[in-house]
C-alpha cells in the first residue's frame, strides 16, 4: 500500500508550525506513523488565536508549508488545522431518541441519531460546533454506558461535550488555510490535539489536565474517566510576561523578549540574588544593571496570575486540586524555567512538562513542548483515520465501519460549508 502523509498544521499567534508524519504499511497491512519533521515560521495577521489580516496570514502559512514540501520533497494537499482562541468554548448536551427497531436492539444508526440530537440542542446561529464528543449513554434510564450498541431498549440518551467557536472566526481561518491551496481535513481545537501527545490513557481515566501556555493565549482541558471533562481558553501568555519585563524595566519588546529566554525564571528563589545584567548587552540604548531576581520577581507575579485564573476554571468543574495525574504543562511558554514550580504551588497539583511519545528520527526538535500540538494533529489525523472517520473518534468507537458511516452522514454538512469557502 502507498504511504500517506499526514500534515499537522498549528496556527498560533506568535509562530506557525507544521509537523510531518509518514504513515509506513507493511505486508499485513499494519501501519505504523513515524514524525519525521517539523517546520517553524514566524506568524503574521493572527491575534490570540484570530485572523487580524488575512493576506498576512495566507502569506505566513503559504510560507511554513513550502518549507514543509521541500522537507518532504512532495506537495501537500490537506492538513488537519488546529485552532483556538477565547472564542471557542465548551459546554454539555443531551441528546434523546426512541430505539428505532421494534426489538429495542440499539445499532449504529441510534447512536448517531442521539448525537446529531445532542447537536441540534446547543446549535446557535452563530457558532459552528467543531467537536461533539460522547461522555456517557443511557439506556432506559441505566447510566454510565460508554458503548451502547449491541444493548437493549426502548429509549437511549448521549450526553456530550460539545466544542464550538464564533462561525466568522472559523469561516476565516479556513479561508485562510484554502487561500494556500491545501485542503482542511479537519479543524482541531488546539488543547486536544496536544493531549495527545503528552498524555496517556491511563492519565486521563484517573483525571488530567493539560495546558498549553502559548503566546497570547493559554489553553485548558481537563480529562475524567477517558473523556473531556472541560475545555477553555484564557486570554494569557508569554507576550504578557513579555509585556511585564518591557514596562518594568522600561526596555522595547524586542529587548524584553530575549532577556526573557536567556535569562528568565519563575522562581525568584532559585536565582542568584548577586546576579546582575547589563540590559545593553540585550539592545537597550542605553546602559543599566539589572537585579536577575528583581526580573524573576516580575515574571513570577505575572505566572501566579496565570495559574490563578487556572485555578479559577478548575473551581468551576470542582477539580481543583482533585486531578490525580496532576496538570500537564506544554506550549512554548512551559520551557521558561520555573513554571512546573510555580504551578506545583498555586494548582496543588502535581505538575510536569509534558513532551511527545511518538516514533521519530529527529527527536531534539519533535519532542520540544512548542512542537506538541502540531504533533498531535498528526496523531488525531492518523487515528481518526484508521477508524475511517474525519470526525473526532472516541474509545468506544473502535472498528464500527457503520457507526462510522453514520457519523460521517452528520459531519457531511459541515465538510460542504468548508468546501464553498475555496475561491
Known amino acids: 500500500m502507498k504511504e500517506r502523509i499526514l500534515i499537522g498544521l498549528d496556527l498560533g499567534s506568535s ?6 508524519g509518514q504513515v509506513c504499511f507493511n505486508a499485513d497491512k499494519q ?8 517546520v517553524e515560521v514566524p506568524s503574521k495577521g493572527i491575534s490570540k488565536g484570530c485572523i487580524s489580516s488575512l493576506e498576512d496570514a495566507v502569506t505566513s502559512v503559504s510560507n511554513a508549508l513550502e518549507q514543509a514540501e521541500r522537507l518532504v520533497g512532495v506537495p501537500i494537499q490537506d492538513a488537519y488545522v488546529g485552532i483556538g482562541g477565547t472564542h471557542i468554548g465548551s459546554g454539555q448536551a443531551k441528546g434523546v431518541i426512541g430505539v428505532s427497531r421494534p426489538d429495542g436492539d440499539i445499532r449504529a444508526e441510534d447512536v448517531a441519531r442521539a448525537l446529531e440530537s445532542a447537536r441540534a440542542f446547543i446549535n446557535p446561529a452563530n457558532q459552528e460546533i467543531l467537536h461533539v464528543l460522547p461522555r456517557e449513554f443511557s439506556v432506559d434510564g441505566q447510566g454510565g454506558i460508554k458503548d451502547p450498541i449491541g444493548m437493549q431498549g426502548i429509549r437511549l440518551e448521549a450526553e456530550v461535550q460539545v466544542i464550538q467557536g464564533l462561525l466568522s472566526h472559523i ?7 484554502f487561500r494556500t491551496g491545501v485542503d482542511v481535513n479537519e479543524l482541531v481545537y488546539a488543547p486536544l490535539a496536544a493531549v495527545e501527545t503528552v498524555t496517556q490513557p491511563k492519565f486521563r481515566e484517573l483525571g488530567v489536565g493539560v495546558l498549553v501556555v502559548g503566546a497570547t493565549t493559554t489553553g485548558l482541558a481537563v480529562y475524567e474517566d477517558g473523556e473531556l471533562l472541560y475545555a477553555t481558553t484564557l486570554p494569557m501568555g508569554g507576550d504578557h510576561i513579555t509585556s511585564d519585563i518591557a514596562i518594568g524595566l522600561r526596555v522595547s519588546l524586542d529587548v524584553a523578549e530575549d532577556i526573557k529566554r536567556v535569562c528568565g525564571h519563575a522562581v525568584p528563589g532559585e536565582v542568584d540574588r548577586r546576579q546582575q545584567i547589563d540590559l545593553k548587552d540585550f539592545g537597550a540604548d542605553q546602559s543599566e544593571v539589572v537585579s536577575v531576581q528583581y526580573i524573576s520577581e516580575i515574571i513570577e507575579a505575572r505566572v501566579e496570575e496565570l495559574y490563578e485564573k487556572v485555578d479559577e476554571q478548575l473551581k468551576k468543574i470542582g477539580r481543583a486540586g482533585l486531578l490525580p495525574a496532576g496538570m500537564m504543562l ?15 504551588r498555586v494548582l496543588q497539583l502535581p505538575c510536569t512538562v509534558g513532551f511527545a ?4 528520527p529527529m ?4 519532542l520540544d513542548p512548542r512542537f506538541s500540538t502540531s504533533v498531535g494533529l498528526v496523531l488525531w489525523g492518523h487515528n481518526a483515520e484508521q477508524n475511517d472517520s474525519t470526525v473526532a473518534r472516541k474509545n468506544w468507537f473502535g472498528e464500527n465501519k457503520k457507526f462510522s458511516q453514520a457519523l460521517n452522514k452528520i459531519t457531511e454538512p459541515i465538510k460542504r460549508i468548508f468546501k ?3 475561491p
Open 363 to 366: 527527536p531534539e526538535l519533535v
Open 420 to 422: 464553498s469557502f475555496m
Open 357 to 360: 511519545n511518538v516514533q521519530t
Open 171 to 177: 469561516r476565516n481561518i479556513t479561508k485562510t488555510v
Open 31 to 38: 501501519n505504523s506513523l513515524n514524525i519525521i519533521g517539523v
Open 330 to 344: 506544554t506550549g512554548g511558554g512551559a520551557k521558561l524555567p520555573g513554571m512546573v514550580e510555580v504551578a506545583k
Open 15 to 20: 509562530h506557525i508550525r507544521v509537523a510531518v
